[in-house]
């Protein structure tokens, strides 16, 4: 046993040489000069053709202020929310320390310094922000000489002038022309206890928004968490004494604050473009090693995968259709508030090579071929094929567990119901009921059905090329929802945008993936089923070298003899259906329009062989500060009885493909193998383990359609339920209605038959503002 003489001894020495360790640090570190350190640089982004698109990022340096024009509101509000013993204390918070220590040994992140001090002594060490233990230790110590030799008041300063507060700007002078476009010292106590809540991170708390970079940081979420945060810092500075009751109580709702782009190198779509790569780049930081912090200080060569010419070829297209048709002073009630969104994304590589995002970034700052949350309507129709086409339908003899196993693969001559008003069945043939045990009866366009009399029967191809929703609404229930979701995030959309997945009406387009997603998972169609994500940078260097190449991985989605005969069904949309606008003389097309009920959206998505792109068209108002915003009707927009997908998103399709593709080869489509078995919804044919190709009847020819009043009953009312994002109307005279009449997606309508009784009423739940993705 060691004698105590000895373990005092050790334990005098250890300590001893910690003091001497600490005083050497703190002798070593000298006090930093935040003006020089907490600068940015521009970050350079290139066009494909690695010719300069824009360098912007430079602007981004702060002026900086004296305290006495810096309002002692924002002085208090900053201490009360951040710091309230910033007087009193030594600069540093031990158990912050300890805590940020603790996640690095863990192999996390470090965490920001906890005193003002701290923070101000992090944003002066700009030029170094490794997360490593000598970098913190070393902050620490110059925490501490700060703390000890510097005026509070000079290091409040120092931190109001350098801390970032998002929108590009360092420093409350920065910030106050940012958000407000005034002067810091003219800010008022609301405007400053605003501003406060930036310093959390204006990624989500800028009521701007900022999707681009994460889905979670829509206009409304952060606009609810910044005056959240606003009103804790005002009830702070009231409790502490820093601001009266009477004052306080003049700020319950967020201040006005403009638009956040006023950089015109920024205007048309340079913005979004740039917007874009900025977000790969961060929400991908994993594999590109650049952070939001990082991309803030610039210094960045950024070669992005836009094509110049196919970019200014569809913003012409979109503003073609725009000033002939959307006359908003002629037509107030209808043509205000239309907006359009696009994307062009190259099969091959997955390359993103045009956008269009709105009609100027520095003025409409939500970019429209990002997610928007207008749901696609019938475009999602081509999922439910694959579907059927990859997993085939159930065995309705079957029981629930065995008819899941034993599947037929469908063919595209298949035949189902074209009937309007159809009531949908599960796959056993067994009517489906919601959860409250309601039916469903499935409407089509016009309230009008096609196919052969008595039973409608329409086989696929057909009901794609006229886009029938009864036919593909049973279709997806035959094969499971379940399975046309995955077929749906297999060919590339992101599962966040999928929305009413356990309901028949998912099949026709409820959903709100983004134009981006849309063009990508029809690329994977025209790749004959290999799946490439869409992206926008190719590669980034600086000046110490390449950082990040672009690789695209690629997965094969779909046997080719899926993607090939999906393929070959929407060539029949355009070649004879209801996308005829979109026909390219001498070349191939493959698409499908889409509207939806209330006509508050409509799409056209269509690829050639090269290139694959998405239109959107819908109404939203473009004010970011109007409570309970919401898509608005398109009946009358443009002069038209209503909008469809074969309308203006086809037209601009045609138009801006008819350029981007000028001067490249015409090239064909593979020619698809035959697939599956001609199934019949009623009766199902009996499965065989291994589908094959059998002996098919002639394709029936394309009938006429049948109004619905030759043929049908009427149905009892229903009663009043939310509905998918669609309307439901119920209607006096006791008839069932199913949706208004569009080219495609109508309100799926539940019902109840006679024998219920009084047990009547729509089903329908759910909702979602979007997606996301991509």
Known sequence: MPSWKLVSGLCIGFFGSLVAVAGIGYAMVGVPDVAKTATAQNNVYYWSDNTQMVATGGERNRQNINLSQIPEAMQWAVISQENKSFYSD??????????ALFNMARGGQTQGGSTITQQYVKNAMLEDQSQTISRKFKEIFVAIKVGTTVDKKDILSGYLN?????????GIQAAARAYFNKDAIDLNPGECAFLSAMLKGATYYDPAGAQSIDPAASPEDNAKRALRQMQDTLDKMVEYGHLS???RAKYTTLPKWQNPRSNTQLSGQIGYLVDLANAYLVNNSEKTGITQEKLQQGGYSIYTTFDKKKVAELEKAVQKVQKANIKPEERPQEDTHVQFGGASVDPATGAI?????????????????????????????????????????????????QGLDERTVVSPKSLYSGKNKLKIKEYDGTVWHNEEGKEWLQTNDGDESRGTPPDYKIDLREAMQFSVNSAFVQLGMDVGLDKVKEAAVDAGL??????????????????????????????????????????SVQKVTSQDGTVYTHKTQTEQAFEAKVADNVT??????????TGTNAQLPGREVAGKTGTTDGNKSAWFVGYTPQLSTAISMFRYPDDETMKNRTFLEMYGTGGQESIHGASFPAEIWHDYMEQALKGEPAKKFPTPEPIGEIVNDVPSPTPTPMPTETEEKPTPTPSPTVSETEEATPSPSVSESPCLGFRCDDEDDGQENGGTGDEETSTPTATSTEEEGNNRGNENGGGLFGGPAD
């Open 494 to 535: 992101l599962e966040s945008s999928l929305t009413g997945t356990n309901y028949p009406s998912f099949s026709i387009g409820i959903s709100d993936p983004s134009a981006i997603r849309m063009a990508g998972s029809y690329a994977t169609f025209a790749a004959s089923g290999k799946q490439r994500d869409p992206y």
């Open 353 to 401: 090579k045009a956008i269009y995002g709105g009609e100027d970034a520095t003025k409409h700052f939500t970019n429209n071929a990002d997610v928007t949350g207008a749901q696609v309507g019938s475009t999602f129709k081509p999922f439910v094929l694959a579907a059927a086409m990859k997993w085939g339908v159930r065995n309705p003899d079957l029981g629930p567990t």
């Open 568 to 577: 070959d069904v929407l060539k029949t949309v355009v070649e004879d259906g």
């Open 245 to 247: 009751a009477a004052e």
């Open 90 to 99: 030594n600069g540093i918070d031990p158990r912050g320390i300890a805590r």
């Open 162 to 170: 350098s801390a970032y507060y998002g929108r590009g700007a360092y």
